[in-house]
C-alpha cells in the first residue's frame, strides 16, 4: 500500500462485513479537495504492518507505577470489556508498556485477549522498555519478563520508552533492540519521546544493520503541537517513521467535561492535575474557544467534541500520524473506535487549527 506520507486529504470507503464490525477496505482511497477521512489501515512505517490510525492505549491497565499515581486501578473484567468494545469497533492494535504497572497492563490485555478468544498474530501489540536506571543489556534479559507478561501473544512493536534515565547511551539500547528484532524475538523496533536528532541517530543506527525504525511515541493533540515546530514531523515524513500520538485527549482536557462540570476536577488523582494544568481556571478559560468549536463540528456529525478532536489527530498530518486514547471503560473505547468512521472537512481542519491556543 503506498505509505503517502504528506498532509494531502485522503478518502477510504467503508464496507460493512458479515461481522458486527465495519470493515474499512484497504486500497479504496482516493483525493477529494473538500472532505478528509482516514480510514483503513496505514502502514507502520516502512515496515509490512498495517495499523488502524487509530490504537488502544492500556496505561489504563494498571494499579501500581507511575500509571497507578494517574489512574485508578482496573479490575480483569473492567479491561476485557474495554479490549472487546476496541475490537468490535473495529481497532487492531494495543499499547502498552513495561512501566505501566510494571508488567499488570501487559498482563490485563493478554487475559482479555485470551478471554475473547482472539488468536496470537491476528491483532497487533506494542510495548515499551524503561530505561529508568538500567543498561542497554536489560533489553536483553527482559524480554521474556515482556513476553510473560504477554502470555503468547508476540510483541510487534518494542519500543524504547525514553531517551532519558538510562545508564547506557543510545546507540547501544538501538543495538540492543536491533539484536532482538535480528533474533525475531520481536517484530519491530520503535522508540518514544525521542527528539527529531534522537529518532534519526536511532534509524541510522538501524540502518546499519539492514533494519527500520518503525516509530516514535510523542505526545500529540489540539494542545499540543510541539512537533510541528521542534523537526520531529519533518523528520518522521523524510524518514518514513510513524508518529503515534499519545495524549491526544490532553488528559481529558479535549472533551469538554471539566469546562462543563469544574468541579469534576477536584476529583482527579494530584498527578493528573498536575499534569494538565488544571485546576487552574485561566487553562479552562484559554481553551474554551477550542472546546466550543470541537462542540459546534461535532454536533454537524452527531459526534462528540473527544471524536473530533481524535479525528483531527489522524486527519491533520496525513498517514504520518496515528493515536492511542485511553480507555476507562468500554464506552470510551467504543467512542473512540467509531472515529475510524468520522469525515473532517479541510474547513473543519482549518477552524481547529485557526481554534488552537498559539497557533
Request: net charge neutral; glycine share 10%; charged share 20%.
Amino acid at each position: 500500500m503506498p505509505s503517502g506520507r504528506d498532509a494531502r486529504p485522503i478518502v477510504a470507503t467503508p464496507q460493512a462485513s458479515g461481522a458486527s464490525r465495519l470493515c474499512f477496505v484497504v486500497g479504496q482511497r482516493r483525493l477529494e479537495p473538500e472532505g478528509l477521512i482516514m480510514v483503513g489501515f496505514r502502514q507502520l512505517g516502512n515496515t509490512d504492518v498495517e495499523i488502524t490510525p487509530i490504537g488502544l492505549g492500556c496505561m489504563q491497565f494498571s494499579v501500581s507505577g507511575l500509571a497507578g499515581l494517574i489512574y485508578p486501578g482496573m479490575q480483569p473484567d473492567r479491561s476485557t470489556e474495554i479490549v472487546k468494545a476496541a475490537l468490535d469497533g473495529g481497532i487492531n492494535w494495543f499499547d502498552t508498556a513495561e512501566m505501566y504497572g510494571h508488567g499488570h497492563s501487559e498482563r490485563l490485555l493478554s487475559g482479555a485477549l485470551h478471554a475473547l478468544g482472539v488468536e496470537p498474530g491476528s491483532i497487533r501489540i506494542a510495548t515499551k522498555w524503561t530505561p529508568f536506571g538500567r543498561r542497554a543489556s536489560s533489553i536483553i534479559k527482559t524480554i521474556h519478563d515482556r513476553l510473560d507478561a504477554l502470555q503468547g501473544y508476540p510483541i510487534d512493536l518494542h519500543q524504547i520508552h525514553t531517551p532519558r534515565g538510562g545508564l547506557s547511551p543510545i546507540e547501544a539500547q538501538v543495538d540492543a533492540m536491533a539484536d532482538l528484532a535480528e533474533a525475531e524475538q520481536i517484530g519491530h523496533v520503535g522508540v518514544s519521546n525521542f527528539s527529531a536528532g534522537q529518532m534519526e541517530l536511532a534509524h541510522i543506527r538501524l540502518r546499519k544493520r539492514g533494519l527500520v525504525l518503525a516509530s516514535n511515541q510523542v505526545q500529540i493533540s489540539l494542545l499540543h503541537r510541539s512537533i510541528e515546530t521542534d523537526g520531529v514531523l519533518s523528520t518522521a515524513r523524510r524518514l518514513g517513521i510513524t508518529l503515534i500520538g499519545y495524549s491526544p485527549l490532553r488528559q481529558g482536557i479535549l472533551t469538554g467535561r471539566f469546562h462543563d462540570d469544574p468541579s469534576t476536577i477536584r476529583a482527579l488523582p494530584i498527578t493528573r492535575r498536575w499534569m494538565t494544568g488544571l485546576p487552574d481556571q485561566r487553562v479552562l478559560r484559554r481553551t474554551e474557544p477550542l472546546i466550543n468549536e470541537l462542540r459546534r463540528i461535532a454536533a454537524a456529525h452527531d459526534a462528540t467534541p473527544a471524536q473530533v478532536a481524535l479525528g483531527w489527530v489522524i486527519s491533520n498530518y496525513g498517514d504520518t500520524v496515528v493515536c492511542i486514547p485511553g480507555a476507562s471503560n468500554a464506552s470510551q473505547a467504543t467512542e473512540s473506535a467509531a472515529v475510524l468512521g468520522l469525515e473532517l472537512s479541510h474547513a473543519e481542519l482549518i477552524a481547529l487549527n485557526d481554534a488552537t491556543p498559539g497557533h
